[in-house]
């Protein structure tokens, strides 16, 4: 197998795109052989404790040295990350044997807030109060203060996410766009995902991707990230150049820093909840 991979391989090295073709199969089956596997998707395991049954999520991350259990602060998600997919299939017998520890960590999380009326919610660092309306511009818009959902109650979180959700876009865009003008870059894509662990990223391809979750921010802490992010259009690391054209971006990085380790974890409470 060896040697076929070899020459089929100086095959396509010596030849120039237009004669791809002629090599037929063997060109399929090198490009099959060498293809990247998809990353495993992230899957959903039942586990009881203290009486109670709780839904623990499984990944696989190899970059992990070891066997992972985590619960998040904030919302009380437990999660489970192996190293290899050898050790999914052994991850809930992980959790398991951490069952004393997960309940001690659940007991200090104060748990989600659902978006539903009567709840009390940041938007853009200034708190707003979820009320119903029985009619209104829109099915969701904010008003002094508040935050007016119509509609049944049982969907009114689905709906305050949605326009959250499409407020941050607006505000990403506009700030994304500032920003790399001004670097003198071009994003492929901007994405507004639901993140527990990251406020934004930068992939290789150029698509920058952002928490929705920091619409609730004050607007220097989601000016600062989308800074972070853009700055990766030109430097795909933390080098001293990287920090620069950050620092060009936004002056002052302390405050927002510092905002996010004192209060990113409370933004994380935030959740649609059933709807």
Not at 64 to 78: D, H, L, Q, S, W
Not at 244 to 261: E, G, M
Request: aromatic fraction near 8%; charged fraction near 25%; glycine fraction near 6%.
């Amino acid at each position: 197998m060896t040697g076929e991979i070899s020459f089929r391989y100086d095959a396509i090295r010596g030849t120039n795109i237009a004669d791809l073709r002629s090599l037929g199969k063997p060109l399929l089956l090198f490009k099959t052989l060498f293809k990247k596997k998809p990353p495993s998707p992230a899957r959903h395991e039942l586990l009881k404790i203290d009486g109670r049954m709780l839904e623990v999520r499984v990944h696989l991350n190899p970059r992990a040295r070891r066997m992972i259990v985590k619960v998040n602060p904030a919302t009380g998600e437990v999660s489970v990350t192996a190293p290899s997919r050898r050790g999914l299939a052994h991850a809930l017998d992980f959790a398991r044997g951490e069952k004393a520890w997960i309940a001690g960590q659940l007991a200090k999380a104060p748990g989600p807030v659902a978006l539903a009326a009567g709840a009390i919610v940041p938007f853009k660092g200034e708190s707003h109060e979820i009320r119903a309306a029985d009619r209104g511009p829109a099915p969701v818009w904010r008003d002094e203060g508040v935050i007016w959902v119509r509609g049944r109650a049982a969907h009114a979180p689905r709906r305050v996410l949605d326009f959250l959700k499409n407020e941050a876009r607006k505000t990403f865009e506009a700030r994304v766009l500032e920003h790399a003008s001004a670097l003198g870059v071009k994003p492929s894509r901007i994405t507004v995902r639901d993140t527990a662990s990251r406020w934004g990223s930068c992939s290789s391809g150029r698509s920058l991707s952002f928490s929705w979750r920091l619409i609730l921010a004050p607007d220097f802490v989601l000016d600062y990230v989308v800074a972070h992010e853009v700055a990766h259009l030109r430097e795909m690391n933390h080098s001293p150049r990287f920090w620069a054209h950050v620092k060009s971006l936004v002056p002052d990085l302390d405050a927002p820093q510092r905002w996010l380790k004192v209060n990113g974890r409370e933004l994380q409470r935030y959740a649609a909840g059933p709807a």
